[in-house]
């Protein structure tokens, strides 16, 4: 076992399936000399050459695209977008062709192919570049949107999406890059797609959260512990598809929920989880289910404006308060 | 302007300059040609005529639905620049893609089982009129957003040069597609990596009812390639050999020289943008001109005055393609829809937990 960053656990599994498999290859904006906008790629064009690790001009649609193309002849591109704002450039490439060539053209081809991409608010980078856009991708049949949120769960999760056959997502988090975590020295663990896991068990209310989110999730539970609130905490990992039967499964047992999402809350992932709780366990249901998701303005860059739009530990912690408050089982 | 001194072979090449092999310096002649080849082009000309009147017919009886966009006067450009193609080579185009489906070796019976929406169909009935798609003749795909097949022909011609393969990838478009985003991004990816791809322009003068001169701000398309130093052709759309001979030519290049060309094909579009589109826009000189260009039967006419085509054989073609494309509607009006229990086989390729299979009116929780 080794404490390695979420950011090593990237840079050593890419690195790794480089090694086994010729097919796959890198190529995004500053992913080679320059070493990666965050520095996953570092080391990786020294190592593999410009053969496999491909500086693109900054064309979002273009090299997204050629990915897709070069995935349709069977090569396995990893498709690194510097954050997930820019994905907005290349949709047309993400939506209408990789999500649809499998599909459109009878089952022909496949798509083999991930598109790595970081969200996240909280640096200071103004309304254009702190946007939580994956619902987009999630809303479509036909890719995979994956949200790791440990570094151990990054590298089994990140092997599965290179190793899979279609389009996948691959959601990072600017917060969590330098998060540390226990990975198994010589991990070759494929995580399964699309299921959620409970990372910590509960009996009071269930908390759930994916990406940065779902860490958060873990440290308020710690600390409700404290206060001798049992959390259950859901992390989805995978947005599309949707492990619905574990987080109903959960809600059952715990009869109330808070979800915890970095996206904007109306039409957001909290909806759909909420949707998918009245119908799956509603008769399980002691209060309603509450949703914690940032302010719905553009992200502005002053710091207090900032924080203050964006979900808190602290406005976690309100909510499950509340949560409980209304089941009437415990005041906090 | 010379090319020697450039790294790609910079600068816009006119059909009349650059550099040219010689027999590409006089117009090719049918004089030169065997008599059998020019009526294999001839028949191949006719069978995508009569396999799009018929296309047209049936979309009028309802038995296609969708939009429906034909080929009519663009066959003697689709059969040259598929004679251009060898069969490991690869085709991407745009939505009106019935005759290079053809031109590219799909069996007409599967095509229009595809426009009939029949599980025998080229895409099992997925793709209709503008996805096209097989794998086995390399005809990678018909695609509907414009401009979206360019970055994906880029990808393909990247995967063949990342593995060291001679194939080359020809990527078609229509005019008013040089103006999309995908176009500037793609000629600029594929000659920065040295990518065998031919793209080629369609230019029928117009997008639906916009013009060329009202959406292209160089409406000589073929020059556009100099902003990536690509070189471009210019070819008259309505000569098959032309055709043949200028897209030969540069695919023949990519392969050699592993980088990007252009060929722009001047073309005429006979109806409207698609079948229901009665090009009310177009004044009676504009359709009199497209008449007047009709290449099918203008080669017909050539072929019949060098005598390589007589009317006995004529008659004999006329019957033979005629009888093909019977077949081909009668195959697809008898072959079965595809199976509703079918519906959830086509989202994954690699199977996935939890993946919804819901029907509309089925409860997210089947218990
Ligand atoms: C991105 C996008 N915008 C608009 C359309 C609608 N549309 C379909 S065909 C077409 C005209 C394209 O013209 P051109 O590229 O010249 O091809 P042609 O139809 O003449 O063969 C338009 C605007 C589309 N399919 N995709
Ligand atoms: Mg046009």
């Keep these: 076992m080794s404490v390695i960053t979420y950011r090593q656990a990237l840079r050593d599994t890419l690195r790794a399936e480089m090694h086994r498999d010729e097919n796959v290859f890198l190529l995004g904006e500053e992913i080679g000399v320059f070493e990666g906008s965050y520095k996953i790629t570092e080391g990786l064009l020294k190592e593999f050459g410009e053969r496999r690790v491909r500086d693109t001009p900054i064309a979002e649609e273009g090299f997204v695209g050629a990915a897709v193309g070069a995935a349709m002849l069977g090569l396995r591109p990893v498709v690194e977008l510097m954050t997930i704002n820019f994905s907005l450039i290349a949709i047309d490439q993400i939506i209408n062709h990789a999500a649809k060539i499998y599909g459109m053209f009878g089952g022909q081809t496949s798509v083999p192919m991930v598109i790595r991409t970081p969200g996240g608010g909280g640096q200071q980078l103004g309304a254009t570049h702190s946007q939580n856009i994956e619902l987009f991708y999630s809303f479509i049949p036909g890719l995979k949107v994956l949200a790791p949120s440990t570094p151990a769960e990054a590298a089994s999760m990140l092997r599965a999406a290179i190793r899979d056959d279609d389009p996948v997502l691959f959601l990072e988090n600017l917060g969590l890059y330098n998060t540390k975590g226990e990975v198994p020295d010589g991990d070759d663990t494929v995580a399964e797609i699309g299921r959620a896991a409970v990372t910590r068990e509960g009996t009071d209310i269930t908390l759930i959260g994916y990406s940065r989110m779902a860490m958060v999730a873990s440290q308020v539970a710690e600390k409700l512990a404290e206060e001798g609130i049992s959390v259950e905490v859901v992390d989805l990992r995978s947005l599309r598809p949707l492990d619905r039967e574990t987080i109903v499964e959960s809600v059952r047992k715990t009869g109330c929920a808070v979800v915890a999402e970095d996206d904007w809350l109306t039409y957001g992932i909290g909806a759909e989880i909420a949707a998918s709780i009245q119908e799956g366990a509603f008769d399980w249901l002691d209060a309603p289910v509450r949703r914690v998701a940032m302010a719905e303005v553009p992200m502005p860059y002053a710091k207090p404006l900032e924080t203050a739009a964006l979900p808190s530990p602290e406005s976690l912690i309100t909510a499950v308060h509340e949560t409980l408050r209304a089941v009437g089982r415990r005041v906090g | ?367």
């Excluded at chain 2, 793609?186 to 959406?215: C, D, H, Q, R």
Aim: hydrophobic residues 35%.
């Design chain 2, 1 to 367: 302007m010379a090319d020697t001194a450039k790294p790609k072979g910079g600068g816009t090449a006119r059909s009349t300059g650059g550099r040219r092999r010689s027999r590409k310096d006089a117009a090719p002649s049918i004089a030169d040609e065997q008599p059998k080849t020019l009526l294999e082009y001839y028949r191949q000309m006719l069978l995508i005529r009569r396999f799009e009147e018929r296309t047209a017919q049936a979309y009028t009886q309802a038995r296609i639905g969708g939009y429906c966009h034909l080929n009519l006067g663009e066959e003697a450009t689709i059969v040259g620049l598929m004679t251009a193609l060898q069969e490991r080579d690869y085709l991407f185009t745009n939505y009106r893609e019935h005759g290079y489906a053809i031109g590219k070796g799909i069996h007409p019976r599967r095509v229009m089982a595809e426009l009939y929406g029949r599980s025998t169909g080229v895409s099992k009935g997925w793709g209709g009129s503008m996805h096209m798609f097989d794998t086995e003749t390399r005809m990678l795909g018909g695609y509907g957003i414009v401009g979206g097949q360019l970055p994906l022909a880029t990808g393909a011609a990247l995967a063949v040069s990342y593995r060291g393969g001679d194939e080359v990838v020809m990527c078609q478009m229509g005019d008013g597609t040089t103006n999309i985003g995908a176009w500037h991004e793609s000629l600029n990816i594929a000659s920065l990596w040295n990518l065998p791809v031919v793209f080629v322009v369609i230019n029928n003068y117009t997008g639906m009812g916009t013009t060329v001169e009202k959406s292209s701000a160089e409406p000589e398309l073929y020059k556009r390639g100099s902003a990536f130093r690509i070189e471009g052709v210019r070819v008259d759309g309505q000569d098959v050999l032309a055709v043949r001979d200028a897209a030969t030519d540069l695919v023949e290049r990519a392969r050699s020289e592993q980088r990007p060309f252009l060929l722009e094909a001047m073309s005429h579009r006979m109806k409207g943008h698609s079948v229901v589109d009665p090009a009310k826009y177009r004044t009676p000189e504009q359709v009199e001109e497209a008449k007047a260009n009709d290449p099918v039967a203008s080669f017909e006419s050539q072929l019949l005055e060098a005598g390589v085509l007589t009317e006995e054989l004529k008659q004999e073609i006329a019957d033979s393609v005629r009888d093909e494309v019977t077949d081909a509607a009668d195959f697809a009006e008898n072959s079965p829809h595809p199976d509703v229990a079918t519906l959830f086989d086509y989202t994954y390729a690699t199977p996935v937990a939890n993946e919804s299979r819901r029907m509309p009116a089925d409860p997210v929780f089947a218990d």
